[in-house]
């Protein structure tokens, strides 16, 4: 909990601007990866990773889940056609949804970066411990159950 005394916030100690500073941290720690290996931006690895798991999606569901702005997913999705790792193709659910999807090379990007990025995760909770990483685990669950971010 931040220290106040007489109505003073104490930045370094202030819940949301510790965890604003655990997000970029881990999100730094895990762009090496991506960004070094692969020449993605976090955009871009978003976008990769939403439309790697789910098997193609529209880009409405990705800014959903990854709670960017739509033009950030725009703008990422344009990139990575232009590199012929997406492609765009008529949903199957609805023909005039338009849907993203991985192509061949995309899909082998996507094949050799997860695991990477699934061993960077392991080893990043390790400092954890068990019995802590359980209990991180569980508030942040409770947290985003309490802001309404469950997906």
Same mark, same amino acid.
């Given at each position: 909990?931040?220290?106040?005394?007489?109505? #003073?916030?104490? $930045?370094?100690?202030?819940?949301?601007?510790?965890?604003? /500073?655990? *997000?970029?941290? %881990?999100?730094?720690?895990? +762009?090496?990866?991506?960004?070094?290996?692969?020449?993605?931006?976090?955009?871009?690895?978003?976008?990769?990773?939403?439309?790697?798991?789910?098997?193609?999606?529209?880009?409405?569901?990705?800014?959903?889940?990854?709670?960017?702005?739509?033009?950030?997913?725009?703008?990422?999705?344009?990139?990575?056609? #232009?590199?012929? $790792?997406?492609?765009?193709?008529?949903?199957?659910?609805? /023909?005039? *949804?338009?849907? %993203?999807?991985?192509?061949? +090379?995309?899909?082998?990007?996507?094949?050799?970066?997860?695991?990477?990025?699934?061993?960077?995760?392991?080893?990043?909770?390790?400092?954890?411990?068990?019995?802590?990483?359980?209990?991180?685990?569980?508030?942040?669950?409770?947290?985003?159950?309490?802001?309404?971010?469950?997906?």
């Amino acid at each position: 909990m931040s220290t106040r005394v007489h109505g #003073e916030l104490e $930045l370094a100690g202030f819940v949301p601007y510790r965890l604003n /500073r655990l *997000a970029v941290g %881990v999100s730094n720690h895990l +762009a090496d990866i991506y960004r070094e290996r692969f020449g993605l931006d976090v955009p871009e690895w978003r976008v990769m990773a939403t439309v790697g798991s789910q098997h193609g999606c529209t880009a409405q569901h990705i800014a959903e889940s990854t709670r960017m702005h739509k033009t950030r997913v725009s703008r990422a999705i344009a990139h990575l056609e #232009e590199r012929d $790792l997406i492609e765009r193709a008529s949903s199957t659910a609805d /023909r005039r *949804a338009r849907e %993203v999807r991985l192509t061949k +090379a995309g899909r082998r990007m996507y094949t050799d970066l997860v695991p990477l990025v699934l061993e960077r995760e392991r080893e990043l909770l390790a400092c954890l411990g068990k019995e802590p990483l359980r209990g991180f685990l569980a508030g942040m669950t409770a947290l985003e159950t309490f802001l309404g971010l469950q997906d």
